[in-house]
Every structure is written in C-alpha cells, then in structure tokens.
C-alpha cells in the first residue's frame, strides 16, 4: 500500500481528527476503511506485478549454448561458466565468453564502450563480452563470466532496467489528477475558512474541508490505467502476443495501417519446391514425379548458389529436394572448397558462390531474381523478354520463381584469361547463362483471408511487404483477400520522391522485391500521409523501421534478437491472425477502459456536489462524513478495476474505426455520458439530501443508500447487461445496503438513521427513476450519434 497516496493521506487526516475531537469509534471506523481500501489497493498492485513479473520473464533474452554435447536455449540468467555460447548474427551475447571459432564475426559493442562501429573478433581466445551485439558473422565461444562478474553487471547496465516514457494516457491521467488536486485543495481552504468562520468549530470546518478534497479527488484513475495496461498485456501474452512494455497495449487501438512480411507471417514459411522449368527447353518437372536427367543440372547449381547450412527457407527447400532425387548421385558435391560468395546487392538480386571442383578448375553457380539473373547474364532485350515472361507463366500461379544461372566454361573474366588465379571482385565480372528456373510454393496460412477481412472491417488497412515478384506477390494478395491495385516495386519505391510516395502510398497494399532497409523508407511514408503503423520485421535490417514504427512488431521464432529489443510487440507464433488478435484485445482493454473512467467521472459527480453543500450554502450540515466516502470507494475501486477490466468486447468494436492517436482521455462522447448519468444521480441525491420534514441523519441515510444503490446501477448501465461479472458488480453497492439494513448497530457508527418503509419506498423509487432516467438519456444519446 502506497501510504503517499492523497486518498489515503486524507483518510488519514480524517481519522485524526476524529481522534482530537474525542470520537474515538469514528476514527477507529476510519483507519479501519483506510486498511481496506489499502488491501484492495495491495490485491491490485499483487495483480499488476505478477502481470509485469510474467512479462518480464516472457521478454528476457534467450541464449543458445551447447552443455554436455546438448544444444539448448536458455533464459541468460541460466548461463553457466563452461558453456559453449553460440554466437549468430542479430544475437545479444548473453555472458562474457572466450572465443574458441569465428567466421567473419563482427560485434556491436556500443553498449559497452559507446562505439559506433562493429569491430572484428576472429582470433580464439579473444574476449567477447556480454550486451555486445552480433553485427554479421557467426562463431562459438566458452563462457567465462556470468551475470554480476561480467563486465556488463560491473558497470550496472542491462537492457532490462530500461524504462520507456510515460504513454499519451499516463501524460493525461497525471496532468487531470494534478489539476483536480490542486482545485481540491483550493476548495478545502475555502470551505474550511467559510465554516470556521461561520461557525467557531475549526475541527468540524476541517473535517468538512477533507471530506469535500476526497470527494473531488478521483484517485482511481491513474491506479485504473496502471491496472488495465499491465493485465491488458499479460491476457496478450497469454494468446501468443508479447508486449514488451505493458504501455504497448494502448497504441494498438489506434493503429490504422498493418504493414506485414508475407513469408511465415501470412504464409506457413514451409518453403518446397513445386515445379522446376529448363531454359531454354522449356521443360517441366512437377513435384511428386521422379527427377529425370533434363533437371539434374538445374538442381545441382541451384544447390551450389545455396549456402550449406541454410536458414533461408527456400533454401532448405532447394536442400531437401536435393536430399530426396540427387542423394549418392555425381552431382552433389559436398567436398568442393568455397572460394568466394557474391552476396545479395541491392541493385543485383542475385546470390552467386564460386567453387573449386576435384580437378582444381573453378565452377560458378548463380540464383535469384528473374530480372536479376536476365542482368548478370547480359541477355539482349528479346532474350530478357522471353526470359521473364516464361518466369510470369509460373509466379502467376503464386509461385516464387527463382532463376538459375551457371559460369561459361568454368569461370572465366570478361575480356579476360580462361581461368584466373584470383576470384574477381564482383559476380559481374563473370559472364553467365540462365539454365532455368525453381518454381517454390509458400503455402498461405488458412486463418489469414478471414483475419484480413476482419483487420479491414475494422477500418485498418493490411499491407503486404515480399521479395518476390510483382506477379507472385498480386496472386499472393488475391489470395489472401487484399484490395485490387497497383503493385510498388523496390526500384520504384527508390526512385519516388517522399512527397510522391506519401501522396500515391494510399492507393498500394502489396510492395513487391524489397530490400528489407527500405521498410523504414515504407514506414515513414506511411506516417507522412497520416497513418498509425504497426510495423513487422525479423531480421537485423527491420530494427530501423520497428523502431520508426508506431508499433514495431517482431517474430519470436525466426526473429533477431536486435529486432525484437527494437520492437514494442513479439508475435511468439509468427501469424498475423495473432495480430489482428492483438488489435482486437487492445481495443477491448481501451473501450473497457474508457468505460472504467466514464464510470468513476460519472460517480465522483454526486459525491462532489454534496461535499460542496455547505460550500455553496454555509451552515448547512455536512452530509456525506469521511467514513461514508471511504465505504463508498469499497464499490468504486473493484468495479473499475476487476468487473470493467474483465468484461469481455463488445460484439461490434472490430467494425469501428480506429481511435485518433491524439484522442483525449476523456472525449466528448464520454464527457457527456458520465455527466448526464452522473447528473442524474446527482439531482436524485441532492432531492433526498433536503427531503423535507426529515432530520440530518435520515437524510444522510437515505443519500448514502442511493449512492450505493446508484454506483452498482451504473457498474451495470456502463458495462455489459448480459455479462454475469457485470451483474456481480452491481450486486457490490446492493450488498453493502443491504448489510446496513440487516444490522441496526452499524448504522448507529456510521451515524445513520433507521429507515423507516415509506422512506425505503422513496428510496428505491427515487433510486429506480434516477437510472431509468440514466439509462434511457444513454440511449437516446447512442441512437443519436448513430
């Protein structure tokens, strides 16, 4: 319990006084509902921190090392000295480590040393320490250090004490809060001077004063949206949806814009090849049918252009094909030398590895992009023609087609001797032919056509982002249920202007052949014509844009290290129907908030009004007292927080538009519904509050009553009627009167009077037209708006 809070101090003030004014049962009262509202309070913050505590465990960073000839992937904190520590590109060291092999390692150590630059480490026994990032290369080193002895923990650093800033609602809560603090306060001085004035009886007036700042201050408010934020990301989680800052979960409804990879986000990334085409025979094997020898060559150089460890899903498609038709056959060649790779640029998609074969000769194998290979082979223009639109016949079938080339005659140089002793500089450098094409199939997830048509009846647009060809990436779109319209290539999108791009990017949903560094190029676009990006990404590249992005999301199986710490939500499972989940959560844990703030707007504004009676009318007697105040924070507390936190959405929130990023925390909407139903309940108590021919303490009761009747119609007007935890939350305020009722004595301490039936028949009457009235007001005004 926060002893600091200013309900809880002026609870305690109350008490006090109480005790200096010799009435010890009321005080004693007091500091009775001061522990209870403080062990809902501890019950609340117990529910935040277990969220966060799940969330932080759920976000730690993984470490893949190899124990006892076992390979595992742990949480860092389960790192033991000994362990072979792998080192793989986009990975966070995870201890200090010795390295034992390298290959091109390259290591981020800014973290560390505050240095912009990689630098290498290559040579066994060099130190590689713990927070470094992997910038390229791979290796296996044998952890030295752990924890607290790394250099890392002698420094204090970890990424895991960063705190993100205060979100646009925490701004809000705390500036409304701060404002309605110091209007309390300025209410309390002046209700105090008035009454002791007028009066004489300076205990009394104080006691007034404090019981008018608990009534204007709404305190739940900042412990509503710290509450709501932290379960709103662990009931995330709990559905595959890591938010790695609870304060993630509030951008998602107002996101406007998906913008997603197509491979293992809407497809399975279950890469296999499907079809094989000879150049320039034209010949077609499918799957399933036995290799016959027109195609052995075509599968022999395309596993040549292949690294031999892939991780690239199509890849491992050209190895398993290979694997299944080539295996103990001449044209695997698994102890041929690499002399050099050629990787991918972004003016040649093409990925070529240059081989020494048994004879010492060179052999050059070449594959990737259609128009690429057509380049590097210096086809004339019918040839490139002819080329592409036989590659055209297989991607309008949804298929990704990869071209395959081969070095003339081994490998020799334009222009140069037939066999050179140094490999040349750049692939181009060669002269090569196409021998065909691979045709591979990317099956698209069966959940994502109804997910799209529910991201886009939610008023959210889906953005396809491949590499593949503009045909492949329009049918990939056709089938999983995008809008018609033009495709935007990387070289396009390169050579628009920023303004060109912002003004035309609203009529495209499929970006075709882009490089992964030109997604902070799409994001920013994106934000310039006005949209909320959600952002996915995976490798080392996408950090740029998910971290440009409104919401940068990562994938937490195939996803980078440096992307997910960059991202502010992890897809666990890869899928972008988790995705749509996500929004569809964010806008329920957003709407039921919104509907716990109305609901403690609309119930503050009774309880205000009567502390501000004897403001406005001096020397009229007090009628809500500090004690009647606190018991009624006994129903406002859990209704905001446990009943609305867990209703479930509304059946129409994903076909409403996104909410505006800049909305206020309380927009005209729920203005003016918390202040006609608080209204209302106003006017209903102020009526009782001077019942005529009725004393203080009959008034007293019959108002307290009503606001406990009243706050539990409201938890069941503003949340949903047919829910059973609404009904559980209305049933709170009807308990405790009927409690009140059942035993005479507890209302003599709480100086309450009996009342009589005919005053209950008021009661319940006044009671039920004030929600009726409520009720009906709320309506009018929805069918009104609609």
Not at 580 to 585: D, G, K, N, Y
């Amino acid at each position: 319990m926060n002893w600091l809070e200013p309900t809880t101090l002026l609870l305690l003030a109350c008490g006090l006084l109480y005790g200096l004014m010799g009435e010890w049962v009321d005080g004693a009262i007091l500091l009775g509902f001061v522990l209870g509202i403080g062990l809902l309070d501890a019950v609340q913050q117990q529910r935040s921190s277990h969220a966060l505590a799940e969330l932080a465990r759920l976000s730690a960073p993984r470490a893949h090392v190899r124990r006892d000839g076992q390979e595992l992937e742990l949480a860092t904190d389960q790192v033991r000295l000994g362990d072979q520590l792998r080192l793989e590109e986009g990975d966070r060291v995870a201890a200090d480590a010795a390295l034992t092999e390298a290959v091109g390692l390259w290591l981020d150590e800014s973290l560390l040393t505050g240095e912009s630059l990689p630098v290498a480490r290559t040579e066994p026994g060099e130190r590689v320490l713990a927070g470094s990032l992997v910038a390229g290369g791979r290796g296996w080193a044998t952890v030295v250090a752990v924890a607290e002895a790394t250099e890392l923990g002698r420094l204090g650093k970890s990424l895991a004490t960063v705190q993100p800033p205060l979100t646009r609602l925490q701004r809000q809560t705390r500036r409304l809060t701060s404002r309605l603090t110091v209007m309390a306060l300025a209410l309390c001085a002046a209700l105090a001077v008035i009454q002791g004035a007028s009066s004489g009886d300076w205990p009394r007036a104080l006691l007034a004063a404090l019981a008018l700042a608990l009534a204007v201050l709404p305190n739940e408010i900042p412990v509503v949206l710290a509450l709501f934020l932290a379960l709103g990301a662990l009931r995330l989680a709990r559905v595959g949806v890591l938010a790695r800052w609870p304060a993630a979960v509030e951008s998602l409804g107002s996101a406007t814009v998906l913008a997603v990879d197509k491979t293992g986000t809407l497809t399975e990334n279950r890469m296999g090849v499907q079809q094989l085409l000879t150049w320039p025979d034209l010949e077609v094997w499918q799957a399933g049918a036995s290799l016959e020898e027109p195609f052995h060559q075509l599968v022999e150089l395309a596993v040549l252009a292949s690294r031999g460890d892939p991780v690239d899903a199509m890849e491992r498609a050209i190895q398993r094909l290979a694997a299944d038709q080539l295996d103990g056959t001449e044209h695997l060649h698994p102890d041929w030398p690499l002399e050099r790779e050629y990787p991918l640029q972004s003016d040649l998609l093409v990925f070529s590895r240059l081989w020494r074969d048994d004879d010492g000769g060179l052999q050059l194998a070449a594959k990737g992009a259609p128009e690429a290979i057509a380049d590097l082979c210096h086809l004339d223009a019918d040839g490139t023609t002819r080329l592409l639109a036989a590659a055209d016949g297989l991607a309008r079938q949804g298929l990704r087609v990869l071209a395959v080339a081969r070095g003339l005659d081994g490998a020799p140089r334009h222009g140069g001797p037939p066999a050179a002793t140094e490999p040349a500089a750049a692939a181009h450098d060669y002269p090569f032919e196409p021998v065909g094409f691979l045709a591979l199939a990317d099956p698209l997830r069966a959940e994502v056509p109804a997910a799209i048509a529910t991201a886009r009846g939610a008023g959210v647009r889906v953005v396809m982002i491949t590499g593949d060809s503009p045909v492949t990436a329009r049918s990939i779109a056709d089938q999983a249920g995008l809008p018609p319209g033009p495709v935007l290539t990387g070289p396009e999108l390169e050579a628009l202007t920023p303004q060109a791009l912002a003004a035309g990017i609203g009529a495209v949903s499929v970006f075709a052949r882009v490089m992964p560094q030109q997604k902070l190029q799409l994001v920013r676009a994106l934000q310039d014509a006005g949209e909320v990006v959600a952002m996915t990404g995976d490798g080392v590249n996408d950090a740029p844009a998910l971290k440009a992005a409104d919401i940068g999301v990562a994938m937490g199986k195939r996803g980078t290290a440096v992307a997910r710490e960059s991202a502010d939500l992890v897809l666990l499972r890869d899928t972008f129907s988790d995705l749509v989940l996500a929004l569809e959560l964010g806008r329920r844990v957003d709407a039921n908030l919104h509907r716990a703030l109305g609901y403690t707007l609309a119930i503050h504004l009774p309880i205000a009004a009567l502390g501000l009676v004897p403001l406005l009318l001096p020397g009229q007697a007090l009628i809500l007292l500090p004690v009647h105040i606190a018991l009624l924070h006994l129903v406002i507390d859990p209704a905001c927080t446990v009943v609305f936190e867990a209703l479930p959405a509304t059946p129409g929130l994903m076909r409403q538009p996104p909410r505006p990023p800049e909305a206020p925390l309380f927009g005209p909407d729920t203005w003016r519904h918390s202040l006609t139903q608080g209204a209302v309940v106003m006017v209903a108590a102020l009526v009782l509050a001077f019942w005529p021919d009725t004393d203080t303490e009959s008034r007293r009761s019959l108002v307290f009553s009503l606001l406990l009747l009243a706050g539990g119609g409201l938890v069941w007007l503003n949340g949903d009627p047919h829910s059973r935890i609404t009904a559980a939350g209305a049933g709170i305020g009807l308990g405790l009167w009927l409690l009140l009722l059942a035993f005479p004595a507890l209302q003599r301490v709480l100086q309450l009077a009996p009342l009589t039936p005919d005053q209950i028949l008021t009661l319940l009457l006044t009671t039920a037209g004030a929600l009726l009235a409520a009720g009906l007001l709320g309506r009018s005004r929805v069918r009104g708006r609609a």
